[in-house]
């Protein structure tokens, strides 16, 4: 027979209640001893939690949901997918993840969150795919949900944002007193098509605009490595080639460093490059890569603002967070 939390209570020397207090992952004052004593206990027996009796007693289903724009390839998503699924674990939750990569399943993603596919969901989609009217629709619904943005006017669940504009403009005006006046900015897909420039596509132009500098070189090639590595070639083998490059994801950068050496060029020497998202992989290049983004990679606060929401009796009040966003100069510029 599969046991029961009252034979788990009886083994431990508690309550049924503290028995549920510890393996339900809620905030409640437990003794440490306890706590390990019920651990211990579930653990000798093999007792795991019934979550399908769980949900429909609770109604709810102990799923959270991660919305991204893909499902690999950016390290912050896979860092923010650790931190999430950990302390899910931790709160007797599962994890469901949804990829967003066109206007079809951000329209599909709404409609299952809305269905009722999980009880909360954690948002991290860049570009225009999951518009701002789908988002406060969702929020409307009542959907305990975070999202990582820099959109404004979405009202009904927590932000985070990042100031990139202001760290790429930083980085721009590092390589502008070094004298650099060709800089070409490779940008991501959905950052050219907007009306007007956003995030890091801003900081390159304000700071170009407030040195007076007239010349925007801006192309794609910032989504993967490949198409990184062939618009770096292009831009470099041109006979009025830039002078740096900034590109608006390490990836990217990378592989322009890569283009520039087989081309015989140095770096930083003929061409500066930077790039955006400070990943670990800056650090072991040749030369390191200078970067814009966060100077650590940790989402725990992120991810306790959900679980912050799924757990509270009402709603609590809409809370905005800032993660700091900065130009790291290292040895490629």
């Known amino acids: 027979m599969r046991p029961t939390v009252r034979q788990v209570a009886e083994l431990a020397n508690v309550s049924v209640a503290t028995v549920s207090y510890v393996l339900s992952g809620r905030d409640r004052p437990v003794a440490a001893k306890t706590r390990q004593r019920v651990l211990d206990a579930a653990r000798q027996l093999g007792y795991t939690p019934n979550q399908a009796a769980r949900s429909l007693r609770k109604r709810r289903t102990q799923r959270v949901c991660l919305v991204l ?30 990829a967003v990569y066109s206007e079809a399943r951000a329209s599909a993603a709404v409609d299952m969150l809305r269905g009722g596919i999980a009880d909360g969901a954690l948002i991290n989609v860049v570009g225009d795919h ?18 990582l943005s820099n959109e404004s ?13 202001e760290a790429s403009a930083e980085a721009v005006e590092h390589l502008l007193a070094q004298g650099r006046r060709r800089i070409a900015f490779m940008a991501h897909r959905h950052e050219l098509y907007r009306d007007k420039p956003v995030g890091r596509l801003l900081g390159y132009t304000s700071a170009l605009d407030r040195h007076g500098v007239d010349q925007r070189i801006v192309t794609s090639g910032a989504d993967d490595r ?21 590109a608006a994801s390490d990836r990217a950068a990378l592989s322009a460093i890569w283009a520039a050496r087989d081309l015989g060029l140095s770096v930083p020497g003929d061409v500066s490059i930077v790039g955006s998202g400070n990943i670990d992989e800056g650090l072991i290049s040749n030369p390191q890569l200078s970067t814009v983004g966060p100077l650590r990679h940790d989402y725990t606060d992120v991810v306790r603002m959900l679980f912050d929401r799924l757990q509270a009796e009402e709603p609590p009040p809409a809370r905005e967070i800032v993660r700091s966003w900065t130009f790291v100069r290292r040895g490629s510029s």
């Open 130 to 147: 999951l518009a701002h009217d789908l988002l406060a629709g969702l929020a409307a619904t009542g959907l305990p949900m975070v999202v």
């Open 153 to 165: 006017g979405l009202a009904g669940c927590d932000l985070v944002r990042t100031p990139e504009a």
């Open 69 to 98: 724009s893909t499902f690999g390839g950016v390290p912050s998503d896979e860092r923010l997918a650790m931190d999430l699924h950990e302390m899910a674990d931790a709160r007797g939750y599962s994890v469901v993840t949804l």
């Open 226 to 246: 490949v198409a990184a590595y062939q618009t770096a070639s292009e831009l470099l083998r041109s006979p009025d080639r830039p002078d740096a490059i900034f």
